[in-house]
């Protein structure tokens, strides 16, 4: 199933599920976001919530509705940093060896959080905005210390996502230390906390219809350039041993999210990064296509 969040003209926002993409058909489930539905588990991929009985749901026309991302307030947003090879290689990295290492996380805040078609403003710190698209999973159960083999088990299902980031700070009124061992470390820290800079969506495809995340074709455009074009299946860590590793770090809860590495292709590779008036789309297949505008902060 694909299920929406979404938003009417007078504020109110509902959940439901898109039951006819070629027409725009929405068959409204219920008050807020996905949350509830996502903690329904099992419940909610039969499509019994938000029902009572054979009672007859409400239907809204897709372009009668603003579309939001699919969680509002996710828990915790966990990311796994350099998860495919190329993307190692393009950074000035070697290849890893996985039997060697273990996955490398890193977290945004539910303020990265924004919905397909809204606006990514540059903050005024840093003029080097870069594009990232991402298979998110969203857990569906609570675990901890989950193996490997049980992990999808876990996985209510998956999104397109673009884990927008700030790859280095200008100066903002003293001078910089390039000497500082922290510098480097921007990227993975302040860099990834900007307010918007976490797109998921359009919808949330429950992981029955997905079946093997880990053979999903994966892209990414600006102004219609192509710049990522990539394949799940290249991942280093598979999304159950992501799911897995991060269990053993903390209590995963229903709704919280993982973005699961991107490709090779991004804007750091050539010092491109994003202008004002850019239009990225983030595609992973089958989750549709993810709208980011870009607006330089004024």
């Known amino acids: 199933?694909?299920?929406?969040?979404?938003?009417?003209?007078?504020?109110?926002?509902?959940?439901?599920?898109?039951?006819?993409?070629?027409a725009g058909t929405i068959e409204e489930w219920g008050?807020?976001?996905?949350?509830?539905?996502?903690?329904?588990?099992?419940?909610?991929?039969?499509?019994?919530?938000g029902s009572s009985?054979?009672?007859?749901?409400?239907?809204?026309?897709?372009?009668?509705?603003?579309?939001?991302?699919?969680?509002?307030?996710?828990?915790?947003?966990i990311c796994a940093a350099t998860n495919y090879q190329e993307h190692i290689v393009e950074g000035g990295?070697?290849?890893?060896?996985k039997q060697r290492t273990s996955p490398k996380l890193f977290n945004k805040f539910d303020t990265a959080i924004a919905g397909t078609g809204e606006t990514f403003v540059i903050p005024e710190i840093s003029a080097s905005a870069d594009w990232e698209v991402e298979l998110a999973v969203v857990i569906g159960a609570?675990?901890?210390?989950?193996?490997?083999?049980?992990?999808?088990?876990k996985v209510f299902g998956y999104a397109t996502a673009n884990d927008i980031s700030l790859r280095k700070l200008d100066n903002i009124g003293f001078e910089r230390d390039t000497e500082n061992p922290w510098v480097g470390f921007f990227d993975w820290l302040e860099g990834k906390w900007a307010n918007g800079s976490a797109p998921v969506g359009p919808y949330l495809v429950t992981a029955d219809e997905v079946g093997d995340p880990q053979n999903l074709p994966i892209s990414l455009t600006v102004n219609d350039k192509v710049w990522q074009s990539g394949n799940t299946k290249d991942m280093i860590f598979s999304c159950a041993e992501l799911v897995a590793f991060a269990s053993r770090l903390c209590t995963l809860h229903a709704g919280d999210i993982i973005l699961t590495g991107t490709p090779s292709g991004v804007g750091a590779t050539t010092s491109t990064w994003l202008?004002?008036?850019d239009v990225m789309v983030a595609e992973v297949a089958g989750l549709g296509k993810l709208v980011t505008e870009?607006?330089?902060a004024r």
């Open 53 to 77: 009985g054979d009672q007859q749901r409400a239907t809204v026309a897709l372009d009668q509705v603003r579309v939001l991302a699919p969680l509002q307030r996710p828990g915790k947003i």
């Open 1 to 22: 199933m694909k299920l929406l969040t979404y938003t009417y003209p007078d504020g109110r926002v509902a959940h439901g599920e898109l039951v006819d993409e070629a």
């Open 93 to 97: 990295g070697t290849p890893v060896d």
């Open 142 to 153: 609570d675990c901890d210390h989950v193996p490997v083999e049980q992990a999808l088990d």
């Open 31 to 49: 008050d807020g976001d996905l949350l509830g539905t996502v903690t329904a588990g099992a419940a909610a991929r039969n499509g019994a919530a």
């Open 275 to 277: 202008a004002d008036g």
């Open 294 to 296: 870009v607006q330089k």
